[in-house]
């Protein structure tokens, strides 16, 4: 079996017998290598591709999708685009064609158009005008400009985003989807919410729940038979994507009147108690939106009543994506506090107006007690809210001991992907190989996957007991790490994505090496 096959079998939770490989890289060794290695910026970018990443933790699916694959489906749908608006329409396009209206099959005849749609349906290139003034609005406009594209074709849309996190070597993602959104939300119209009557509403709602989980656990059935048909997984032309590991977090839609909401929140947390495949809830649209805005501490009530019957449903909350002038001051004082003190989230999405809070030193202090962990989006802080670099509370969060991982956000939309992350934190940040590897593990120790960690430790990282003593990238046959490895999909995971991260060192080290030597004067020994 290559080694390759034996992570994925780990991954996949399968455990089986194998021989110890070559002892782990030294740590020293492999920072001095990447710190060798990556001072050319021109390979930089290639070291850490080919660097494993936990996981991508903060990603909608929607949004992940490039727009050029939008703008083919839309082709493909028979659908027309209007290049005027940047949108591409629903329902048939007619055949003899409108005003205003472009065959989206014609798009390829027309590059000046079809440039322009890319340009409209993404932040490339993007420049303010009368009409589309900031890159936060152009931002939030692409998503109803390019959705008629993605209503047929969710198995298509997590085909592209598991290949792309196989090309990051990625190994798991937690994708942010609706289904039954429309649905669901319409129960709000047929049981209004009175005041904060929530038990009242719950009891309205609950007969409603179970066709609905049954409808989008279909829908994801649906979507997940297509990916695997469109990557060939199962047989021997199976693409890498197909050994990406995938879980789901039910997105709520905030924007909505609070009777719309609700009814979203329990479908959420009825399909995490259904179906294993959904892993927490979350919630999301522009937190600067003037129903998200007025109703935010409604929101924040209403998933801790949730909790506290259910507590066992994790949150990932979108939290603090908020910069001055964007709302007023008192917008920015304790959208990050009520998420993980009233909400209860184990995770915070963007947090980035966390030094604008009421006393933010305390409340990161308790966030770093509580492991309260922040899903860090640089590039999409930046282009959203023009906060960059050092105004950036990166560094602030991991001063104060927070956890924090790298995520992408809406990789198709921003068109980047982790990679591009983890290169700019590098960078700008002036991280070290060993911090590098730290945002790594922490994608994985701070997934909602079930199970317990391989991690007793994590300032430093130290591996629990039973795994300790055994070479990453063994196969354990037998003995203490087997079982525990058996019994946790969460350590199953680390220990894989430890495997890779012995193969990368070594590999580095090897190079690093390599060229140490070339560099040296003929006839000069070793340093």
């Known amino acids: 079996m290559s080694r390759f ?13 194998g ?69 591409i329409l629903s329902g048939a396009c007619a055949p003899g064609g409108e005003a205003g209206r472009v065959r989206a099959a014609d798009l390829a005849g027309r590059p000046d158009e079809r440039a322009g749609m890319i340009d409209a349906l993404s932040m490339r290139d993007f420049v303010p005008t009368a009409a589309d003034r900031s890159e936060h609005d152009h931002f939030f406009a692409t998503f109803a400009r390019f ?61 409603d729940l179970p066709a609905l989980v049954a409808a989008a656990r279909r829908d994801v059935d649906a979507m997940e038979a297509r990916m695997r048909a469109v990557l060939h997984c199962g047989t ?28 979203q929140f329990e479908l959420g947390y009825a399909l995490v108690g259904a179906d294993p495949r959904f892993v927490g809830v979350n919630i999301v649209a522009p937190e ?38 964007l709302v007023p001051p008192e917008g920015l004082r304790d959208h990050i506090r009520q998420a993980v003190e009233v909400a209860g989230a184990r995770r915070i999405g963007h947090g980035v107006d966390i030094l604008h809070e009421d006393d933010p030193d305390g409340l990161m202090a308790e966030m770093a007690r509580r492991r309260v962990m922040v899903e860090i989006n640089l590039t999409s802080n930046d282009v959203i809210l023009g906060i960059a670099g ?30 591009h992350e983890y290169a700019r934190a590098a960078t700008v940040y002036a991280l070290d190989y060993a911090a590098l590897r730290d945002l790594s593990r922490a994608g994985l120790e701070y997934a909602f996957i079930p199970g317990d960690s391989l991690w007793r430790g994590v300032a430093p990282y130290r591996m629990v007991a ?62």
Not at 5 to 17: D, E, K
Not at 244 to 263: C, E, G, N
Not at 296 to 315: D, I, N, Q, S, T
Not at 398 to 404: E, L
Request: aromatic share 6%; net charge negative.
């Open 147 to 207: 959705m008629p594209a993605q209503a047929a074709h969710g198995g298509d849309m997590l085909a592209e985003a598991v290949t792309h996190a196989a090309g990051d070597h990625v190994l798991y993602l937690e994708l942010m989807i609706s289904p039954q959104l429309g649905p669901v939300a319409g129960l709000g119209v047929r049981h209004p919410l009175h005041d904060e009557a929530f038990a009242e509403a719950d009891r309205a709602i609950a007969p």
């Open 288 to 325: 600067d939106d003037a129903v998200a805005m007025r109703d935010y501490g409604l929101h924040m009530r209403m998933f801790g009543w949730l909790a506290a019957r259910e507590p066992g449903v994790k949150l990932s909350l979108h939290a603090g994506e908020l910069a001055p002038g």
């Open 466 to 527: 039973a795994c300790a003593p055994v070479v990453p990238g063994t196969v354990p046959g037998a003995g203490a790490c087997r079982d525990f490895l058996a019994a946790s999909a969460r350590a199953r995971l680390q220990w894989a994505l430890e495997a890779r991260l012995h193969d990368f060192e070594t590999t580095m080290i090897r190079e690093a090496g390599q060229r140490a030597a070339a560099a040296r004067p003929k006839g000069q020994g070793p340093a």
């Open 390 to 419: 050092a105004a950036h509370p990166f560094a602030a969060y991991r001063a104060a001991g927070v956890p924090v991982a790298l995520s992408t956000d809406d990789e198709g939309v921003s068109r980047i992907d982790l990679t």
């Open 5 to 17: 096959s034996v992570v994925c079998a780990l991954a996949a939770g399968l455990i089986l017998p």
């Open 19 to 87: 021989a110890a490989i070559a002892a782990p890289a030294s740590p020293d060794a492999a920072s001095r290598a990447f710190a060798l290695l990556g001072r050319d910026p021109a390979r930089l970018d290639g070291l850490l591709r080919a660097m494993p990443k936990g996981a991508d933790l903060h990603n909608h699916l929607a949004g992940a999708v490039y727009a050029e694959s939008m703008l083919d489906w839309a082709a493909q749908d028979g659908l027309c685009v209007s290049p005027a608006q940047g949108r």
């Open 236 to 263: 021997t032309q199976a693409a890498p994507g197909c050994g990406v590991a995938v879980r789901y977090l039910y997105q709520t839609i905030r924007t909505m009147p609070p009777a719309m909401v609700f009814p």
